[in-house]
């Protein structure tokens, strides 16, 4: 019943931020022992996970990635948000939220965000 829903611009200028909203019904953000993350495919790359907020509001992230990404939740609109700071076209990748009680329980449908001047 969970459902999760990606929202965004699919195109973002270099140098620029790059914002993401993922959306959840069917259950609330802050169920005990949940969390959230965001994780992203570049063209021909593997999943690459950037970083996670839990149902308390602790946030986690990738250390390639935690100089330029904030995630953070909205529990009134029941939905998380992801900021990537200073991108370039090597950013370009479909996003994902995903999440659950383990890591994956629950996807999006993905996202396509590009990088381009």
């Known amino acids: 019943q969970v459902q999760l829903q990606e929202s965004g611009p699919g195109l973002v200028k270099p140098s620029q931020t790059l914002s993401l909203t993922c959306a959840l019904t069917?259950?609330?953000?802050?169920?005990?022992?949940?969390?959230w993350s965001w994780v992203r495919q570049p063209p021909g790359k593997g999943l690459e996970w950037m970083g996670s907020?839990?149902?308390?509001?602790?946030?986690k992230y990738s250390p390639s990635l935690k100089s330029r990404t904030s995630i953070s939740r909205d529990t009134s609109k029941n939905q998380f948000t992801l900021q990537l700071d200073s991108v370039t076209p090597e950013d370009t990748a479909v996003y994902f939220c995903s999440g659950g009680e383990a890591l994956g329980d629950y996807w999006g449908q993905g996202t396509q965000v590009t990088v381009a001047a």
């Open positions: 069917g259950d609330s953000i802050t169920k005990n022992f949940f969390y």
């Open positions: 907020v839990s149902y308390s509001g602790n946030t």
